[in-house]
């Protein structure tokens, strides 16, 4: 009997024990493994959603960037079209104007007529070549240059002042939505394109030539404070009276900017050419020797370079100081 007793209290030990081994074994392997596994899982779903949300936010900042910058253009290509416009707008009103047209009266001397060629927003590649016609025709003009060229082609600045041209400043940038923010952006501009021509001659230039004119429309500074500040600066700036035409996107044939000029230059008495010096202007070369040989066989007409003594042509003139 008592073995009997005996061997049930230890069979009831051993379930006992048995049932705390089981229990055990689900408190702290089974249960933790199925936690650790459902974390795996959970965390590397989590980690699929993550890289999916991650690339979806690359591909839209790819696409804000190309906006961006398809707005940039676009804004850039818009300013530049006003700005042509309102040079076109402004040639036509002065070629209109004829406040200057010579008058010749019998038994009068032929009063000489002033040329002032202008090569503007170079120099470029075509800058050498422009310089070999002019000294062909013993011609000296004006260059209203950018920065754009000066860290890859100082040597072109150089060979304009070596052989005798002007070398006036048309801005540095030339990118009118940053010139025309406001004041301090067209000072800081201004000195840089200073600083550098003063770099080439060796003195402060005093010629200059606002991007798109003095009258232009797309300044978002008022004119009249930019024109001030040159002046109080000691620096003359010119527009133009005559305009080549070259400037309009469309490329003209060396015949028409032949053809312009001279319709222009036979209207006044100063002439302010205006012409460009870039790389897609090669009309312009083309129409040089025509156009110099036509105004070398014209004994009233002298080409000269602008000068700080030449009279400004303007298309906003300086209000007088009260
Ligand atoms: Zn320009």
Redesign the pocket.
Known sequence: MEDTSIQNRRRKRVKVIKALIVFFFLVFITIPIACAIYLGCALYMTNNELMEMSSQYEAQLTITDDLQQRLYTEENERIAAEAELSEAAVSINLENVDTDTVEIEAGDEKPVREVYLTF??GPSIYTEQILDILDEYGVKATF?V?GEAAEAFPERYQAIYDRGHTLAM?SYS?IYKDIYKDKDSFIKDFNRIRDYVKGITGEDPVIY?F??GSSNTVSQTDMDELCEYLNAEGVKYFDWNVSSGDASRITLSSDRIVANCLAGINNHNESVVLM?DTSTKYTTVAALPTLLETLSAMEDVEVLPITADTVAVQHKELKEAE
């Open positions: 503007d927003d209203f950018t048309h030339h030539r991007p798109g460009h």
